[in-house]
């Protein structure tokens, strides 16, 4: 009897020890699976942003040439600049603002609106509009870089371009006219277009070519008649400077003119004949996308009045 209750003990007890076995096993099969399941579904990573802003010079003729940097990039032209040479920048994802360079030591590094984060300038009008020294060196300097928070909300010249294009609509400031003089001539259009008033050249005693090529209306110039400088973005101003083109007696001027800003408030400016910059401070801080210069007085005398340079004093809005 004993023997057999012994026998009945050792039975059951294997069926305990080989229940709890199997339970555990199917416990580390189950972890297992779920483990593998997290790891196959993860999501993958994000592709990487690029980043670094490009530079490329494209001749006419000739071989590319193209440079990469974190925040800023110089590239030398071994060429003279010629009509249809392009240049090309792109920014990185989430960047507008560029300061850029056509030719260093030639023209003034300036800081550009870039809506799109990229720009194309192609060269037109190198021998009438630039140093002569970038359509006969053997090898100019360009330079772009991202410039400081710091040094967007610190007050400058706004309007200056020097890379400005007549249908320029991808980098701003960018300067527009109803009125240029005798358009149906090359020559005349490219010494008088609107881009000369904000290439940041003051030299006013003067008219024609570089270096005193200046924004000039026909004679027919009407007081319905306007200059325009669009900012492609809100900016803050305080201060508008003028220089009058002043190849008295050639010239005469335009005594008064009206100062419209984007939301439709004006002010009015009035002028001496001089040849000497003319500043007018704003009556407060203005917050506007634009300037438009309209109702133009000429002063009798001569046939023609024009300006050399408008410049915007004021800072990005930012933070």
């Known amino acids: ?106 023209v003034e590094e300036t800081i550009l609106y870039l809506p799109k984060s990229t720009f194309t300038y192609t060269v037109q009008n190198i021998g009438t509009s630039y140093p002569p020294a970038m359509s006969s060196a053997r090898k100019s300097t360009i330079t772009a870089r991202i410039p400081t928070a710091e040094e967007l909300a610190t007050s400058r010249n706004l309007a200056c371009n020097p890379a400005d294009l007549e249908n320029n609509k991808n980098a701003y400031p960018h300067a527009i006219t109803s009125n240029v003089h005798d358009k149906s001539n090359e020559s005349n259009r490219l010494q008088f277009e609107a881009r000369n008033a904000i290439d940041g050249f003051t030299q006013n005693t003067g008219h024609g070519g570089w270096p005193v090529q200046s924004w000039g209306p026909g004679s027919n110039m009407s007081a319905t008649d306007t200059f325009k400088v669009d900012f492609g973005r809100d900016v803050s101003l305080t201060e508008i400077v003028i220089y009058l083109r002043a190849d008295f007696p050639h010239d005469t001027y335009w005594d008064t003119c009206t100062v419209k800003f984007s939301d439709g408030t004006t002010q009015e400016l009035s002028f001496k004949k001089t040849a000497s910059a003319q500043s007018f401070k704003l009556d407060s801080a203005v917050t506007t996308s634009s300037i438009t210069f309209t109702g133009f007085n000429k002063v009798a005398g001569a046939d023609w009045a024009a300006w050399m340079e408008v410049q915007a004093i004021g800072s990005d809005i930012v933070g």
């Open 1 to 106: 009897m004993k023997s057999t209750l012994r026998i009945v003990a050792l039975l059951l007890t294997g069926l305990m020890l080989f229940s709890c076995g199997s339970q555990s096993t199917g416990d580390e099969t189950t972890v297992a699976t779920t483990t593998e399941a997290v790891t196959t579904d993860a999501p993958p990573a994000d592709d990487p942003v690029a980043t670094g802003i490009t530079l490329t010079y494209a001749p006419k003729s000739g071989d590319i040439t193209e440079g990469t940097g974190e925040t800023s990039v110089e590239l030398s032209v071994k060429d003279a600049y010629a009509v249809g040479d392009r240049i090309m920048i792109t920014l990185p994802e989430g960047q507008h603002y560029v300061a850029f360079c056509l030719s260093k030591g030639n």
